[in-house]
T-cell receptor, first 111, second 119 residues
Framework: QKEVEQNSGPLSVPEGAIASLNCTYS??????FFWYRQYSGKSPELIMS????GDKEDGRFTAQLNKASQYVSLLIRDSQPSDSATYLC???????????FGPGTRLSVLP | NAGVTQTPKFQVLKTGQSMTLQCAQD?????MYWYRQDPGMGLRLIYY???????DKGEVPNGYNVSRLNKREFSLRLESAAPSQTSVYFC??????????????????FGPGTRLTVL
């Protein structure tokens, strides 16, 4: 089992819909979780971080964390074509200073 | 602030050649990282440096060496390049202040990447 798993996609949603991206992780002791957005040919940029169970909202983005189920999700409301990108889930290991990234989910928002 | 810078942006090597990828950050961050990204594999950690003077292996260190030259600079060296090292390489740094002025010790900032092809 990989440490961080995501559906590779592509996930296609119509403009204005809600896009739901999912991530599972194997290290039960992990405490810090991140969603990065990466446009084609560009570097990843952080869009959300979450540390506690529940929901965290920032504009059109909502991150959800369920540590008991070892599950993190990202919801994008009112999806726009400019949201089309690969979304990477990252988990900070419970020990040490490093992070583990999932393979990413490619999102395509259709106009 | 330039953030995290990387050189070169593109490089083509022949098998067996050596090269050094340079990374610098001007955010006074303690931690720096080197990742490689291959299609369908996400980002995989090669080496990291938690602070000046220390380096540690990540998930895929074989074939690479690193140097934390000072707090700002963290270089990645390929001593004898192999086609399996064809990839996009990203440097990242991590420090105290995150985006929007909210302190966040856990956010990583990425450089623009180096696209390396080994023939």
């Amino acid at each position: 089992q990989k440490e961080v798993e995501q559906n590779s996609g592509p996930l296609s949603v119509p403009e204005g819909a809600i896009a739901s991206l999912n991530c599972t992780y194997s290290d039960r002791g992990s405490q810090s979780f991140f969603w990065y957005r990466q446009y084609s040919g560009k570097s990843p940029e952080l869009i959300m971080s979450i540390y506690s169970n529940g929901d965290k909202e920032d504009g059109r983005f909502t991150a959800q964390l369920n540590k008991a189920s070892q599950y993190v999700s990202l919801l994008i409301r009112d999806s726009q074509p400019s949201d089309s990108a690969t979304y990477l889930c990252a988990v900070k290991r419970n020990y040490g200073q490093n992070f583990v990234f999932g393979p990413g989910t490619r999102l395509s928002v259709l106009p | 602030n330039a953030g995290v810078t990387q050189t070169p942006k593109f490089q083509v090597l022949k098998t067996g050649q050596s090269m050094t990828l340079q990374c610098a950050q001007d955010m006074n961050h303690n931690s720096m990282y080197w990742y490689r990204q291959d299609p369908g594999m996400g980002l995989r950690l090669i080496y990291y440096s938690a602070s000046e003077g220390t380096t540690d292996k990540g998930e895929v260190p074989n074939g690479y060496n690193v140097s934390r030259l000072n707090k700002r600079e963290f270089s990645l060296r390929l001593e004898s390049a192999a086609p399996s090292q064809t990839s996009v390489y990203f440097c990242a740094s991590r420090g105290v202040v995150g985006t929007s002025g909210v302190p966040s010790y856990n956010e990583q900032f990425f450089g623009p990447g180096t696209r390396l092809t080994v023939l």
